[in-house]
């Protein structure tokens, strides 16, 4: 009897753990027609804005770009997201470090000298889909 609560138990999690969703990444409304929009995904505090866990490069077609990454584990994620304006394929900054072009985060979050917490940028993908808007 105890060997079959076991089974059941450990199906049960190894069931829940391999769940799955979509997050969907909409921006609308963007100042310019035409370009690229680089998409970074992150999956943990500890390698937020150092190593992405997957990425994206995205069309901007009359204002509009969006962004869907499928079969995510659920869990905590955080975007970061960039403007190309020269079309180098990075981000350029100034002497001080700060970007000269136009980027976001999820939540739109902000920091104070400095680009945001993973925190306050964090979405939690709980559920099939999770769709969300970044203004930039």
Known sequence: MKAII???FFISANVF???????IIK???LPYEQGKLY???YNNEQE??????????LQINNGNAVA?????????????CFY????????DKNFLGIPKEPYAFSNNATG??????????????????????IKL
């Open 6 to 8: 076991f089974i059941i």
């Open 17 to 23: 753990s391999q769940q799955k969703g979509t997050l």
């Open 27 to 29: 921006f609308e409304e």
């Open 39 to 41: 998409i970074a995904l």
């Open 48 to 57: 937020f804005l150092i190593r992405e866990y997957k990425g994206a490069i």
């Open 68 to 80: 869907e990454f499928n079969n995510l584990p659920f869990g905590d994620y955080a975007v970061s």
């Open 84 to 91: 190309d304006k020269n079309k180098n394929g990075l981000l």
């Open 112 to 133: 104070s000298f400095g680009p945001p917490k993973f925190e306050k940028a964090k979405i939690s993908l709980r559920i099939e889909e999770v769709s969300i808007s």
